[in-house]
């Protein structure tokens, strides 16, 4: 029997579905929202009720409901077809139709009844190149005519926009699925990384008795500095990272040079004074993501007016964080207990700092450092510093300290 | 709650629905969920009018389609009126005048509904 060419009105409305469901496939809406539509376009089309989009799970080698409309309890099921089903199906590519009389119906046989259950009438497999994507299912035409060949053609090309569709998010799961395990894979790395750099600055600190937790207070107020100072996150953990490095040439000179309580010799204090070049060297072999961390380390002990070492560098010519460095080093060894004398008040420290301003510290460094304190006591959020002072502090104090204070 | 983006009234137990200028996924939804609400309240008789629509896509078709077979499973009733040319021919097209009938106007449907012919 010869079938009855669509008629304008049907072409037309067919045209300006096909025109919907491209843009809609296209559209940066969520991939329910569009699958949904586009089984809902698929369905106007062929004046169907009842219609379900599967997704073929290859691993598992089920297929999953992803959208449904016209079908009560598609929850949790899931069908299964054999391999030789499905290299056939991949190999046939057509709508199937479930009344026809298609020797692809055999293969299709284990699941016949299932579908039978949501009324399906065409059934049509979504492939990507030989890659199986799903399916899709639709019952007989509200109308009650029969489907036909231009039915089939109409159907053929609406599937290859689904199953685009369906690919794409495929990847896109994947891709999420990689992400978030590289973004695991990261974390743990970043965390094996600063527990080596805690490992390091533990050893460092150990040498000396007195100078416990001395480079975790350094980093602390490093942090807490930069911080103040408006750097951006990734460069205040940088100085993080060198705060707990300082020190590390310390490695190289003998512990009884570190902890002697009389004068050190010549020798001794030659020795001592290496530790920043040691340091260098040790870290410039090292690939940090923060590249000034070596040289912060070789320059931690120059001073502003030059007389520092080991390059007697002058004010700017020393890197920023060095002369950070340089000012909480110091700020530390003075607010903690030395074999040779008591931990000095945070005001005398500061007053020893205020009247080595352009001398030894560089003077804006030091305002900063003490501002960066003053907010800590104000606003008692998160603490850096005052965390290890271990006394009270008085606003109205502070505000005297940064008072008088020398020019640059 | 009845959706509030749909014009509706209700007279005598027929619920009478305006449809918006355009029927698509957005338009159709908020149609069916007004029909859930009253078939929830147990009102089985409607006309749907169509007479400020321009437009009907496929998404619009598939819900109507599914608005009627909602119906027809509580046994209810459902007359279209006002349809426009171009609308009246996707209708034809899609069988749902051989299934619904479509009257000019929303007083004719609702006069048939009254009458129960």
Redesign the interface.
Known sequence: MMEKDPTVERFLFNLNTLGELGEEICSPKDFNSVIKSALYMVMGSFFASKGIIFKYDPLQKIFFPVVSKGIDNMAGITLRLSDEAIGAFVGYNKPLDLKGSSPMLSYFSPVRTEFAKFGARIVVFLIVGNELIGALSINDKFSGEGYTDYDFQLLSIMSQHLSYSLHNHSLLVKLMHKYTENKELYENLRQAYYNTIHSFAAAIDAKDSYTKDHSHRVSAYCSALAREMGWAEEDIEGIRVAGLLHDIGKLAVDKTIINKSSPLTKFELGELYSHPVVGYEILSKIKFPWESIPMMTRNHHEKVDGNGYPDKLKKSEIPIGARMMSLVDAFDAMTTNRPYRSRRSFAEAINELKNHCNEQFDTDIAHTFITAVRKEVLELNSPSIILHLHELLDITAIDKLLEHFPKT | MINQHINYKEIDNIVVLHAENYIN?MEGENLEKVCDAFLAKRTYKFVIDFSGTDII???????L??I??KIKEKKGLVLFSGLKKVNH??FD????S??IPLLKTEEEAVNRMKSGQ
């Open positions: 996924k896509n496929s998404i619009g078709i598939s819900i389609i599914g009627i077979e021919d996707i097209m899609v069988g749902l051989k299934h």
